[in-house]
């Protein structure tokens, strides 16, 4: 049984499914979790996660394929990044085991919530780590709190994939040495208000530069950014402040290993944006979100326009998003089945 939705007209909203995952972490130790029906956490007022921020998240989906089965993509990159977070914010960590395992649980408790093949509509997870626990110094938390839920969420580009504009911000995402490579929750409240800004004036959101220097791309928005350049080379930003996109990273793999082009991780210059030929916006939500032009101060850059989608893009797109959908063959250990 399906759940009578509209699959092909659902947008990026919440909506309660029926069972969601939850463990608690008390005396040094994950407790048992278990599926529960209830969507509304009880915590202590003095919680950390509420005062100090200390708390992560992650985001993943699982697919329905052409034969009624369902993927899970690379679950294992999203327990070691919410790992990560939790080593730089002094919480817990859960196993990559135990991650995959509850991921697995909640997508079978939910199976009615996934959409139909083809429709576009996937079942997104949302697992998060909050500190929890009666306390009001700035200390780390007395317990925590991890659970995963889900909800169903439509294609993203409706009508297919259309490029979007960008404007440069004089705001930072994230602090030299900060917090930006970790998936936390104080980088995105810092995001709010020049994404406003930005939309404001017509953009669809920002382009944050290196917060040291001004002078580099960092992310797009809450996605990185990628480029397409004249030689065919596949270039996205290093710093130690972007949030490693599993996106990317795969990504980088099928620019090189299928469709042979060099793949870099490297200084992209805001003011050297003509090397590019095409541009992009990539994360789990779009998995690509085409750039059609940048606004840097009072000058416009158009890539490969602002109507069409260039074609290095489309090829990528559809090569990843036919893998997450069991369409086209996955490199080893990309997809995990939910049995």
């Not at 997508?107 to 009001?136: C, M, Q």
């Not at 439509?154 to 040495?177: C, E, I, W």
């Not at 409240?189 to 530069?209: E, F, H, N, R």
């Not at 779009?286 to 490969?304: E, K, M, Q, R, S």
Request: net charge negative; hydrophobic share 35%.
């Amino acid at each position: 049984m399906m759940k009578d939705l509209d699959w092909n007209n659902l947008g990026f909203s919440y909506i309660k499914t029926d069972y969601r995952y939850i463990a608690y972490w008390k005396n040094g130790e994950w407790q048992k979790g278990e599926l529960v029906t209830d969507n509304v956490l009880h915590i202590s007022e003095g919680s950390t996660a509420l005062h100090y921020g200390q708390q992560c998240f992650e985001g993943l989906k699982a697919y329905r394929c052409k034969d009624g089965s369902i993927n899970l993509f690379r679950p294992d990159e999203n327990a070691k990044r919410m790992q990560r977070s939790c080593q730089r914010l002094l919480m817990p960590e859960v196993s990559v085991e135990m991650f995959i395992d509850v991921c697995k649980q909640v997508v079978k408790a939910n199976e009615e919530w996934i959409g139909p093949y083809g429709s576009g509509a996937t079942l997104y997870l949302r697992p998060f780590l909050i500190g929890v626990g009666d306390n009001i110094g700035v200390n780390v938390a007395p317990e925590y709190i991890f659970s995963i839920f889900v909800c169903p969420v439509g294609a993203y580009f409706k009508g297919g994939l259309k490029p979007t504009n960008f404007m440069v911000s004089n705001y930072d995402r994230a602090a030299p040495h900060g917090t930006g490579a970790a998936k936390v929750g104080g980088n995105y409240a810092a995001s709010l208000y020049p994404g406003k800004k930005a939309k404001i004036q017509g953009y669809a959101d920002c382009i944050y530069l290196d917060p040291t220097t001004h002078t580099k791309i960092e992310e797009v928005g809450s996605a990185n950014f990628f480029g397409i350049t004249r030689d065919n080379k596949f270039i996205t930003p290093i710093s130690p402040s972007i949030l490693p996109s599993i996106t990317k990273y795969s990504l980088l793999y099928l620019a090189k290993e299928r469709f042979g082009m060099e793949a870099i991780e490297g200084d992209i210059y805001i003011n050297q944006l003509d090397q590019f030929s095409e541009a992009g916006a990539c994360g789990t939500a779009a998995v690509i979100t085409p750039i059609g032009g940048i606004l840097n101060g009072d000058d416009f850059h158009v890539f490969y326009s602002e109507t069409e989608v260039g074609p290095v893009t489309r090829k990528l797109y559809e090569e990843l998003v036919g893998i997450q959908f069991g369409d086209k063959p996955a490199p080893e250990g990309w997809i995990v089945k939910v049995e």
